[in-house]
């Protein structure tokens, strides 16, 4: 891959650093070992350390360590505390309650055994520990033949019948609803879904800033010692919401040719799948002021160019897209498959771009998953639409 070498400073990013004409910039992800790991992040461009089972690729975590136009490194967390309206703008800040952290944790997850069965609290439930609720969308990358998605409770299963199995060796997962992993597909988990990813899934997953986890049952694992991982059964079962079923996402194709599809969008971030074959004639704009932008290239190469600034992308890196450029340019230099994230405007960004794109209603609510954040946007965007029409 064409990485920057970049001389590591461990301190806080100067000023200059955020002036120079690093815009855009990349971001090299902390790579997380776990247990139920394996090598499928390589698939997509990672270089993984030898004979190291890795879980996650963390993309955007505060630590990650972010490369600036004059090879000077620092982390993204030191960057948006250094500059937050600058970095992750406005919009950025309005979901993170205003904490100078980056609002979108982008990570790569590769399950080659079930992870726990768990539960994520909300906003709300969150906020009496002082930190963000849980919302989450994985888009499948990868996936055996015969792999599921645990996701939600089956209709005829109470919070009291799945306390009764909590703890006992993976048995909560014959409560669960039980979906098949299908590579190219999204689903969007609101915060109080009790989910698990399945063994032989590989996910790109866009969540809230938060590590907020409870787990209910982690099919009865113990460590080297013969210690079972902690388990947080009562804060699990107090948060849980037994009615959120998520379901499979249709994509919202915004350009000729599905160049451009939406694949899922809530309050706290929009999820798009980009497309392009190789030359000029494959350039897109991608405008979201206020908030950061975040691209990963999963296969193909291209450009990223912004305030005059450019920045080449292989499979397997990723560019932020501060707040502050406003918008960028991506070229093609082969045909290329990126994945890109941001805060957005659900009037102007999504729900007026799906419109224009001839998108019905009911697809472009069913963006949100189980969530409502789109209801009143669309209600309101078609009276509007109503008026203008009779004026």
């Given at each position: 891959m064409?990485?920057?070498?970049c001389?590591f400073?461990s301190g806080?990013?100067?000023?200059s650093?955020?002036?120079d004409?690093?815009?855009p910039f990349r971001?090299?992800p902390?790579?997380d070992?776990k247990?139920?790991?394996s090598?499928?992040?390589?698939?997509?461009?990672f270089?993984?350390?030898s004979g190291?089972?890795i879980g996650e690729?963390?993309?955007t975590?505060?630590?990650?360590?972010?490369?600036?136009g004059?090879?000077?490194e620092?982390?993204?967390?030191?960057?948006?505390a250094?500059?937050?309206?600058g970095?992750?703008?406005?919009?950025g800040l309005?979901?993170?309650?205003?904490r100078p952290?980056?609002p979108l944790?982008?990570k790569?997850?590769?399950?080659a055994?079930?992870?726990?069965?768990?539960?994520?609290?909300?906003?709300?439930a969150a906020s009496t520990?002082g930190k963000?609720?849980k919302?989450?969308?994985?888009h499948?990358?990868?996936?055996a033949?015969d792999?599921?998605?645990y996701?939600?409770?089956r209709?005829?299963?109470?919070?009291a019948d799945l306390?009764?199995?909590?703890?006992?060796g993976?048995?909560?997962?014959?409560l669960?609803?039980?979906i098949?992993?299908?590579?190219g597909?999204t689903?969007?988990?609101?915060?109080g879904?009790v989910?698990a990813?399945?063994?032989?899934v590989l996910v790109?997953?866009?969540q809230?800033?938060?590590?907020?986890?409870?787990?209910?049952?982690d099919?009865?694992?113990?460590?080297?010692?013969?210690r079972?991982?902690?388990?947080h059964?009562?804060?699990?079962l107090?948060?849980?919401?037994a009615e959120?079923?998520p379901?499979?996402i249709?994509?919202?194709a915004l350009?000729?040719?599905?160049?451009r599809r939406l694949?899922?969008a809530?309050?706290?971030f929009?999820?798009e799948?980009?497309?392009l074959g190789a030359g000029?004639e494959e350039?897109?704009?991608l405008?979201a002021?206020e908030?950061?932008q975040?691209?990963?290239?999963?296969?193909?190469?291209?450009?990223v160019?912004a305030?005059d600034?450019?920045?080449?992308?292989a499979a397997?890196?990723?560019?932020?897209?501060p707040?502050?450029s406003?918008s960028a340019?991506?070229?093609?230099?082969?045909?290329a498959l990126?994945?890109?994230t941001?805060?957005?405007?659900?009037?102007?960004?999504i729900?007026?771009?799906?419109?224009?794109?001839?998108?019905?209603e009911v697809?472009?609510v069913?963006?949100?998953?189980?969530l409502?954040?789109?209801?009143g946007?669309?209600?309101a965007?078609?009276?509007?639409s109503a008026g203008?029409t009779?004026?």
């Amino acid at each position: 891959m064409n990485r920057m070498v970049c001389d590591f400073t461990s301190g806080a990013a100067s000023s200059s650093w955020l002036t120079d004409g690093a815009w855009p910039f990349r971001v090299e992800p902390r790579l997380d070992p776990k247990p139920w790991g394996s090598r499928g992040l390589e698939q997509f461009g990672f270089p993984l350390p030898s004979g190291i089972p890795i879980g996650e690729a963390l993309i955007t975590a505060g630590d990650a360590r972010a490369c600036g136009g004059t090879g000077v490194e620092t982390h993204l967390g030191a960057l948006v505390a250094a500059d937050p309206v600058g970095i992750v703008g406005r919009r950025g800040l309005s979901v993170t309650a205003n904490r100078p952290v980056f609002p979108l944790l982008v990570k790569l997850i590769d399950a080659a055994e079930n992870l726990s069965i768990q539960v994520h609290p909300d906003d709300i439930a969150a906020s009496t520990v002082g930190k963000l609720g849980k919302t989450e969308a994985w888009h499948i990358l990868a996936a055996a033949p015969d792999a599921v998605l645990y996701l939600g409770l089956r209709t005829d299963v109470s919070i009291a019948d799945l306390a009764a199995r909590c703890d006992r060796g993976g048995e909560t997962a014959g409560l669960l609803r039980q979906i098949p992993a299908v590579p190219g597909t999204t689903l969007l988990i609101p915060a109080g879904t009790v989910h698990a990813l399945g063994a032989g899934v590989l996910v790109y997953e866009v969540q809230q800033p938060s590590d907020l986890t409870y787990r209910l049952d982690d099919w009865g694992r113990v460590d080297a010692a013969g210690r079972p991982r902690e388990l947080h059964i009562d804060l699990g079962l107090s948060v849980i919401d037994a009615e959120s079923r998520p379901e499979m996402i249709s994509p919202v194709a915004l350009g000729p040719g599905s160049t451009r599809r939406l694949l899922a969008a809530c309050r706290y971030f929009a999820l798009e799948q980009l497309t392009l074959g190789a030359g000029e004639e494959e350039t897109l704009e991608l405008a979201a002021p206020e908030s950061a932008q975040v691209l990963t290239c999963l296969t193909g190469e291209v450009v990223v160019t912004a305030n005059d600034a450019a920045v080449s992308l292989a499979a397997g890196e990723t560019v932020v897209i501060p707040a502050v450029s406003h918008s960028a340019r991506v070229c093609s230099i082969v045909p290329a498959l990126l994945l890109r994230t941001w805060v957005p405007d659900l009037d102007t960004e999504i729900v007026r771009a799906a419109r224009m794109a001839r998108a019905t209603e009911v697809a472009i609510v069913a963006l949100a998953g189980g969530l409502p954040d789109l209801d009143g946007v669309v209600a309101a965007n078609r009276f509007s639409s109503a008026g203008a029409t009779r004026f």
